[in-house]
Structures are given as C-alpha cells and as structure tokens.
C-alpha cells in the first residue's frame, strides 16, 4: 500500500524560474505564491478574469460593460464584449502558416498533418459549404464522428459562423444520439459510416439512418470518409451521391462541403453566444443539453492549459478521449495556445497496452493526457514507458486516480510531473488540478485551480477542511453553462446545482480540502455511471433494459472509486412467469453494447426480487451503492423513508 500524501516529485528551480504561470505572476507585480494567487483570483474575481483577457491579448472587442454582474446562478461576464473562439484558435494562421498545427493518428497505421496554413484553408472551405447549406448565427450542426481532424475542421468552421456544435462519438448506440440530438434540433448532421476500434471495424450505416431520420430539422446531412478512407486535399476517394435522406434533407459528401474556396472570416458574437452543446446525464430525463459560451471557453482554457498544464507554442499536446467525452474540447483548446495538438482515433490498448506510450514517444509528445483507468492498466501489466525524451507532463482524469496509481508514475518516469485533475462536462474544465510550483503527493491533487472557489460541504452546508464533503463552488466561473438547451425559464439548470444549497455550485463529487490547499477526490455523490470517463445517466440505461417485456424492474450500480473502473451491476426484477435465462442476458448485453455503448455492458446481471423504492416511487441508486462498498443498510438509507426496506438485504455485498 502507498500511503495517501507521501512526496513524490518537486518542482527545480528552473522548473519554477521557466513556468509560463512564474512570467504572468511577474507579469502582474506578484510573487510565486500560489496560495496567494489562487486566494486573489477568487477574492477578486472581476480583476483576475481582466488579467487573463489583458495577458494573452485576446481577440475581441472588451467593450463598457461590468467584467462580472449577478450571482450564481444568473451571473454574467463581460457585458457588452464580443469575441470568437474561432478567431482566437487560428490567430496564429496569417503570421505563421507554416506552424504544425496537428497531428493525426489512428490504430490502422492512418497519419495526417495540419500546418495552422493548412487548417485555416480547410476551416474556409467548410465555412463556406455549411454557410450555402443555410447554417449561420444560432442554427446548430450535430456530428456523429470519430476523433479525426475532419471534426475539427468542422466545428471551428461552425464556431466561425456563430453557428452551435454539438458531437456523439460514433461508438454510441442510436438510442442514446437519438436522445441527445433531438432535443437541439440541427440544421446538418455531419457523420462517418463506421469507425474502427480495437482491429475491428464497425459499420455503422444503419445507425446513421436511424438518426437522420429522427431530425425532422435537417436540411443536409454530410458524409464523412472514415479514418480507414481519409478524405484527400482534392477529395479523391470520396462519391457524392446525392440521394435524398428519409426525412427530405440533401445527402453530400465531405468534399463537395468543402469544395468552394473562400476567405476565412468570423462572425463577432457576444461573451456568452453558445459555442457548443455537451451532455452531462441526470439519474431521470434525458440527458442535459449544457451550452458553454464562446467567451468563458476561450478564457478559461487560456487559463487552464497555460497556467496549469504549462502549454504553449513550443508543446505537443495529446489527451486521449472521444469526441463524446468533454476532453476532446479541452484537447483541441490547445490551438488557443499555440500548441499542436495530436487527435488519435482508435482503442488505448490495440495492439497493446502500451499503444498510447509508443505514440506519445513517436510523436515527440511534451504533455500526455489520459483517463485514470489507462493508468491503473499500465502499471498492472508491468510498463515502463521508453522513448520520452520531450515528455515533460502528464494528466489524469475521468476518475480518481489512486495513491498506487501515482507512485506507478513516479516509479515508471520519475522526471515527468503528474498533473491529476478533476472537474466535469459541466464546466469542461478542471476545479482541482496541478501547476508546475508545487509537489506531487501520492493520491492527493495539488490545488484548487486559479479562478475556482471549490469548497468542501458538510450535510448541514457549512465548510469544512479536513474532512470529506461535497465539492461545491461558491462564486461564478466563467465556462460555467450560459444554460441548457430549450430550458427558457432556467429550472432545469437550477434544479441539476443550486437546489441543495441556493446560490451555491454543489457539484456532486466528493472532496476532502487539505489545510494546504490540496484536494482528494473520492469519487461521484451521486449515481450517475462513468464508464472510461464516458458520463451517463441512469434513467439512460433503464430505457433500454426496461424495454424487455421480461423485466418488471431494474436498478444499476457503478462500484467504480478511487481511480478503479469498479464493476457495472445490473439488478432485475422479472415478471410473472418469466426468468433470468442464458439467452435474456445474452440479449441485454447486446442491446446495451448497440443502444449505449460497449463501455456500459454490465459485468454482471443479477435477479432480485424487488428494487427498493422511497416511498414516493424513486430508486435508491446511491443507497445501495454505498451498501455495496461495504455501509451497513441501516446507514446507508432512511428505512422509514422507503417503500420496501426488506429488498435491501439482497444487496449486501457477498462475503469473500
């Protein structure tokens, strides 16, 4: 055992002399406190968010307005400001054409670049594709696609027109697109036929169908080549058919998009103009359509990546993710920096666990990001990465990453500072994290991160230190949701964070805040499943399994803490007459895999005869997940509260 808070690495003085958040500190007249830095950003809010636009000379108009206005949740920044995100990701593109901008790679052997001349150009042509197609100011592109530069060309271009971006991968089901696309009704809908993971390929024609034909609004769908058949610069190895979708919308492909050349231009919109719709699922109702503005986006991950992760002009920059999960926004932020970015489409593990450590080291990566489980899984099959000679920084998401998981790293590569951080779709950011001037601790992440006033909660709502409590932010950021998609009187925003305590953020994680300033994460406070850092809701899966006319009732537990995936157990209840066959659960899975993902197929279904109920008819998922790590039933729920204690005894964990 690794015991939690052991010292594993310090930044040199060299480290700390060259950090790019050292020159912004001299920068403001300030001294390399960090403590006191974060303090300043938090106690004066408007001055520190100033700083950040004044710093990295963002391109856009300030305007008169307040910097910051209202509280939480109503607040406001920068009034009277317009900007693009856009703008600001190609800013380097005249004076620099020739920069690396990206580097692409898929599992196949597939490698592509993008110098910023090459990226601005393709941005141009399908600017100028989607603008004939009718998408301008507000309208929205959905897109069902891998992690290939095509998406990226595609949403700056959507960026560029004031236009709103919204992405699945294509390895979820149609179900679960079909969920979140209809609620934001898009104009086109960009997606690849199939996708290929783990040395298989995936068609995925028919779900494309399906999808398309339940978005009434479409007026065009697009066609893009998948990785195995990489569009060209003169769109050879593409057709354009031309038929007609089932719901009346024109069919084309990526190169007739993208045939017209035109000049790259950018349409100003104000602060808080949605950028992009992400999705972060509850435990009931579909799953919530979060807008994040073009301004918060542009400042925070300005912040962030420089300040935190130390990128700039000179980085090679990779996380890996889908282009369904949060990081791929973050990932492609990079661009606002200077810094390349590398997009790798395609399994962690194929052909080895070590696929992703042979990239970065091919690659000349400078800083890696991944999820927790990646890590966990390297250092139990043995690994000891080679070949990292620019390699400098390293990132850890998605869950908790354990004290074992910290230690493997500083065993395996004792130079590289980890960066462990914590945040959510809800923000697209980290609330917690690191910075190159403090240590590294076994299990413990360094800092509450600059501008994120994140505070631990007691059950009556007052702050604690030292204790675990729920992670709460008690002032505004600004790449917090403008609001939620066709919620116009904002209830659904207010419900989903500020009715347990009003006025406040509670986010729903578990957090222990150090005297220090350090942070453990313990994890989710509530049900929601994450699976390989994919967030989503209960209510999600129980559309799917409940479907069966076998199954009465159901109820489903991730176990997952600490940085371990935890195992996904699926209780049942049958109807009369029915029972938990071989070929039943044969069916579930396969329905699961194809309706949600492969990363939500349960790993174990189990039959119980009743699923416990508050009185009031709501499954007691976070209940009997505390039952299952080990809290007695009588600690874990309000008996008195619930409609059928008696089922609880079937959830108790087995011995041995």
Not at 6 to 25: C, D, G
């Amino acid at each position: 055992m690794v015991e939690e808070g052991a010292l594993l690495w310090e930044p040199s003085p060299e480290v700390v002399k060259n950090a790019r958040i050292t020159r912004y500190m001299h920068w403001l007249g300030r001294s390399a406190d960090y403590e006191a830095l974060w303090l300043w950003s938090v106690e004066a809010p408007a001055e520190f968010w100033t700083s950040i636009w004044d710093y990295f000379k963002v391109v856009g108009d300030r305007g008169h307005g307040p910097v910051l206005s209202g509280e939480m949740p109503g607040a406001e920044w920068f009034g009277g400001s317009t900007l693009n995100y856009a703008a600001n990701a190609l800013r380097r593109a005249a004076a620099e054409p020739e920069r690396l901008a990206v580097i692409f790679r898929d599992e196949t052997g597939g490698r592509r670049e993008l110098t910023l001349g090459e990226l601005a150009e393709e941005v141009a042509r399908v600017r100028a594709g989607l603008a004939a197609l009718g998408v301008g100011r507000g309208d929205r592109v959905a897109a069902y696609l891998p992690n290939i530069p095509e998406t990226l060309v595609a949403f700056l271009a959507t960026a560029s027109l004031g236009a709103i971006w919204s992405s699945c991968s294509p390895d979820f089901g149609a179900p679960s697109v079909i969920d979140r696309f209809t609620q934001i009704e898009p104009k086109v809908l960009l997606a690849v036929d199939g996708y290929d993971y783990n040395g298989r390929h995936y068609d995925r024609g028919a779900v494309v169908e399906d999808i398309a034909a339940r978005l009434p609004t479409l007026v065009a769908r697009v066609r893009v080549p998948s990785t195995s058949t990489p569009a060209t610069p003169d769109g050879s190895g593409s057709r354009d058919d031309v038929p007609q979708t089932g719901s009346g919308a024109r069919t084309l492909d990526w190169a007739t998009l993208r045939a017209d050349t035109a000049p790259l231009a950018f349409e100003p919109v104000p602060f808080g103009h949605p950028l992009w719709i992400v999705y972060s699922s509850g435990t009931t109702g579909l799953p919530k359509p979060i807008v994040h503005g073009h301004g918060g986006v542009v400042l925070e991950h300005l912040k962030a990546l420089s300040f935190h992760q130390d990128l700039g002009e000179d980085d090679v920059f990779f996380w890996y993710t889908t282009t369904g999960w949060m990081m791929w926004n973050y990932l492609i932020g990079g661009l606002l920096v200077g810094s390349t970015v590398v997009l790798y489409d395609g399994s962690a593990t194929h052909p080895g666990t070590d696929a992703l450590w042979r990239l970065a080291a091919e690659e000349g990566v400078t800083y890696f990001g991944t999820g927790a489980p990646y890590m966990i899984a390297s250092m139990k099959a043995g690994l000891r990465p080679s070949g990292l000679d620019r390699l400098r920084g390293l990132g850890s998401t998605g869950s908790p990453l354990p004290p074992e998981g910290f230690a493997w790293v500083h065993d395996a590569l004792p130079e590289i500072q980890l960066g462990s951080f914590s945040g959510g779709t809800d923000v697209c950011t980290g609330f917690v994290g690191a910075v190159p001037l403090l240590p590294v601790r076994a299990g413990v992440i360094p800092c509450r991160c600059l501008g994120a006033k994140v505070e631990s909660f007691d059950p009556s709502g007052k702050p604690v230190v030292g204790e675990v409590g729920e992670l709460v932010l008690t002032l505004p950021m600004p790449s917090m949701p403008v609001m939620f998609w066709n919620d116009p009187d904002g209830s659904r925003y207010r419900d989903s964070y500020f009715s347990e305590y009003p006025g406040v953020w509670r986010h729903g994680d578990w957090i222990k805040v150090l005297p220090d300033g350090g942070c453990v994460i313990y994890g989710r406070s509530d049900s929601t499943l994450n699976r390989g850092g994919v967030r989503m809701g209960t209510s999600e899966f129980y559309r799917v399994v409940e479907r069966f006319e076998e199954i009465a009732d159901s109820l489903v537990i991730d176990t997952g803490q600490l940085g371990q995936e935890g195992r996904l157990l699926l209780y049942v209840t049958m109807t009369e007459g029915a029972a938990l066959s071989d070929g039943l659960v044969l069916r579930l899975r396969r329905e699961l895999k194809e309706a949600l993902s492969p990363r939500h197929v349960p790993n174990e279904i189990v039959e119980v005869p009743g699923i416990p109920r508050t009185l009031s008819g709501k499954k007691l998922e976070v209940p009997v997940r505390k039952i299952l790590l080990g809290v007695p039933p009588e600690k874990a729920a309000n008996l008195d509260a619930m409609a059928n204690p008696e089922v609880l005894s079937y959830f108790l964990p087995s011995e041995g």
